[in-house]
C-alpha cells in the first residue's frame, strides 16, 4: 500500500499562488497514474488533475492553464502549482493513485478569499 501525504494548502487572495505538496512511502510514484482531487464543501469529490505514466496530463476545464501537475522522482513527490486562485478553487485537496486509489488521507484546506 502507498501512503500519501498531502500539504501546502493556506489562505491566499484571489489571483494569488500555492504549490500543494504530495509525499509519497511504500511505492514509487512514477510507476503509477497519479492525480490531485478536491471537494468543496457540500460538493462531490472532483478530479483536478491528472498525470499519466506516458506523461499526458487531464486537467478539470476550469484550472486548465492555472494548474500544473508534476511529479518529482528524486523525492518521490507529487506537486500541484496552482496560479491566479480563484474562490472558487476553495476546497480540501487530495492526492491519489489514478488507477489503484488509496485510502483517502486527511488532505489540504485551501481557502481563496479576499
Known amino acids: 500500500q502507498v501512503q500519501l501525504v498531502e500539504s501546502g494548502g493556506g489562505l491566499v487572495q484571489p489571483g494569488g499562488s500555492l504549490r500543494l505538496s504530495c509525499a509519497a512511502s511504500?511505492?514509487?510514484?512514477?510507476?503509477?497514474?497519479v492525480g490531485w482531487y478536491r471537494q468543496a464543501p457540500g460538493k462531490m469529490r472532483e478530479a483536478v488533475a491528472r498525470l499519466f505514466r506516458s506523461g499526458s496530463t487531464i486537467y478539470l476545464e476550469s484550472v486548465k492553464g492555472r494548474f500544473t501537475i508534476t511529479v518529482d522522482d528524486d523525492h518521490n513527490t507529487m506537486y500541484l502549482q496552482m496560479n491566479n486562485l480563484k474562490v472558487e478553487d476553495t476546497a480540501v485537496y487530495f492526492c491519489n493513485l489514478e488507477l489503484n486509489p488509496q485510502p483517502w488521507g486527511q488532505g489540504t484546506q485551501v481557502t481563496v478569499s479576499l
Open positions: 511504500g511505492g514509487r510514484l512514477s510507476d503509477f497514474a
